[in-house]
């Protein structure tokens, strides 16, 4: 992706917009199929002021780490070399000028490769919860479950994703397969146990559901990334502590014996 500074030297710059050309801060709407120049009424030329008067334009790093959503599309914009250019102090890669003129449109996953089909894989996407218990003894006393494995899954998976498409994209795309893919399964999870468990154990179980979320991500994404946690999750067995033992069931929620720690 262009620097700040390469832009600025070609007299480029991006926005983001929504598929039918309306800006998500101003509400602004482009004419996508003019490629004229359009003259702002007024630019703000103190460099102190972070957003201002003007075309505000950026790279797509700040597109992507600020305001884009999948649905949306990048409009490439050229600038006439009598327009002015302001670059704010300590700017993390926007910028604004008073002449702009479109010179491309371009979408999501043209610049972002590594998000070809996601949207619609992101739709048609449903989730499989690996774990079926649907009756466990009544326990009064759960600690957390496998509460180191917690958070070495989901760090690693949410690095690992990270690594496969992109810092920028994850954070901006991030939520968005939380809430589609590794949420829904660990809903799933939830409500496969939740009319047969006691509060205390729902809360556990919230822990391993948790965990089940990541594998979903995991498998959602192909990611190589692999931990012992998830052959439990494919053979359908959940762990869980109790007072320094291992309980370990398997589908159905089949009790399969307990093991000191």
């Known amino acids: 992706m262009e620097t700040l500074e390469q832009l600025v030297k070609e007299r480029r710059g ?34 102190n002021n972070e957003c201002g008067e003007g075309w505000n ?16 599309i990048i ?14 102090e300590d700017s993390d890669g926007k910028f604004r000028t008073d002449i702009i003129k479109i ?8 610049l972002f490769p590594a998000l070809k089909d996601f949207a619609q894989k992101l739709k ?13 003894p009544d326990v009064e006393s759960l600690k957390k479950i496998m509460a180191s494995v917690r958070a070495s899954v989901g760090d690693s998976v949410r690095d690992s994703v990270r690594d496969s498409v992109g810092a920028s994209v994850w954070d901006s795309v991030g939520d968005s397969v939380r809430a589609s ?10 409500a496969s146990v939740r009319d047969s468990v006691g509060a205390s154990v729902r809360a556990s179980v919230g822990d391993y559901s948790y965990i ?10 192909n990611l190589e990334y ?11 067995v959940m762990v869980i502590i109790v007072n320094k033992k291992a309980m370990v069931y398997g589908k159905y929620g089949k009790f399969l014996g307990e093991f000191k720690l």
């Open 14 to 47: 991006y926005k983001y917009l929504s598929k039918s050309g309306v800006s998500p801060y101003q509400n602004y709407q482009y004419d996508l199929n003019s490629r004229k120049q359009m003259k702002a009424n007024e630019l703000d030329h103190d460099e």
């Open 57 to 72: 334009l950026a790279t797509l790093k700040w597109i992507a780490d600020n305001c884009m959503k999948v649905d949306g």
């Open 75 to 88: 409009v490439e914009c050229s600038i006439p070399k009598s327009a002015i250019i302001v670059v704010p």
């Open 103 to 110: 010179k491309k449109i371009h979408s999501i996953e043209s």
């Open 124 to 136: 048609n996407y449903k989730p499989i919860n690996p774990i079926t218990a649907e009756v466990m």
């Open 181 to 190: 893919v590794g949420d829904s399964v660990g809903a799933s999870v939830r």
């Open 212 to 221: 089940c979320g990541c594998f979903a991500i995991k498998e959602f994404f």
């Open 226 to 236: 692999e931990h012992p946690v998830f052959d439990l999750i494919r053979m359908g």
